[in-house]
Every structure is written in structure tokens, then in C-alpha cells.
């Protein structure tokens, strides 16, 4: 995994686990489901990451819970176990240390080019509720200059042999007018944050229209 994305996965677990001790399963699972960059993590790198923040001290391993394995469970029929021993899975619950806790803080109040991007800016943004107010704000603006700049770049290529094409003219349009939505609502979220009081997660009031059910996934 390149060095950027490990540090992305690193934010990502520590602030999970800030919410809650998780196994293995439950945090691939949030990851998927959660945080577009990783919708697509396999195990083989999520275990190595969390070995890696184990070595470090940022995570704690709790005493394996085990689980009976379905095929060697006893028989119902009979209320007899089978002739051999059931096997039994181990079930390895991560917890964030204070160091880890101390870690998290530290990654999720930098603001740096990373933030801005697709993958960074939606990483960054779903802890935003541990995150200090002038942190968001710099993200935030430095996102809407990100997408300004790509904008401002779209709107203004040279012409291409296919560029009268009726669905590269479609193709640019889409492009366009997601990037303008996208640059409205991060206008409506920077008018927000500089009227909220300056703490860590005060900018949560359902009702402003920057709250609006939307896709922030910019791929």
C-alpha cells in the first residue's frame, strides 16, 4: 500500500476505534460501508495496518474471544458433540490506547494538500466532529480551492478530435454541474462553520441546508 493511503487507513482505524473497541470484521465492515476509499479493503490489508498500530502502541489487542465453528458445533438432533474437539475461531478485539487516542488528535488537526483530495477530504470529513473549528475551516476552504482550480481547468481545455461529440459533451456538462453543486455545498458548510462557536464538533445542526442528504464522493 502506498505510503499516502496507509496514513489515510491509520486515520481511518484510530478514528473508528474512537467511537468504539471493534473486531477485525466490524471495522472492515465500517470501512466498506463508510469511507469511500476503502470500500474495496481486503483483509490482507486491513490485518497487516492494524498489526502495524499494534507494534506502535496506538491499539490494544483484548484476549481472543472464541466462537464455536458452525461445522463442529454439537448436533442438534442428537444434543451430542461430534467425535472430534469443536474447533473454535478466535475473535481478536482492537481498542485505541491513549497514545492512540493522543495520535488520532494530532493526524485529524493537520491540514495539508492530502485533505483536500477526493480520498483525503472524504476521510477527513467524517471525523469532523473531533476535528478544532480553524481545522475544518482551512479544510474545507482549501477543498472549495481545490475545486475551483478543477473547475476553472475543465471549463477552459483546448478542444479535442471528440469534443463535438454528443457524449462528451454530456460527459463535460455532468462533470461541470457536479462541481458546481459540489462548490455550493461546500460554501453552505464554510458559512456554517465561521457562525458556529469554535469547538470540536459544534457544527451539527441537522436543519442547515448544508446537512442535506448528498454524495460527497468527488471520483
Known sequence: MAPRRQHLLDLAVLGLLHEAPMHGYELRKRLNLALGPFRALSFGTLYPALRGLVADGLISES???????????????????????????????YELTDAGRTRF???????????????????RIAFFARTESAVR?????????????????????PATPSAGDIWSRALTRHSEDTLERDLRWLGELIAA???????????????????TPRQTNQK
Open 63 to 93: 484476549n481472543p474471544v472464541s466462537a464455536p465453528n458452525p461445522v463442529s458445533a454439537s448436533n442438534p438432533a442428537t444434543g451430542h458433540a461430534p467425535a472430534t474437539p469443536a474447533s473454535r475461531r478466535p475473535r481478536i478485539v
Open 105 to 123: 488528535a494530532e493526524l485529524n488537526n493537520r491540514a495539508d494538500d492530502t485533505a483536500y483530495d477526493d480520498d483525503g477530504f472524504e476521510v
Open 137 to 157: 475551516l482551512r479544510i474545507l476552504e482549501g477543498r472549495r480551492a481545490r475545486l475551483e482550480d478543477r473547475l476553472a481547468a475543465l471549463r477552459t481545455a
Open 193 to 211: 462553520e465561521r457562525s458556529a462557536p469554535a469547538r470540536p464538533g459544534t457544527l451539527t445542526d441537522p436543519s442547515h441546508p448544508a446537512f
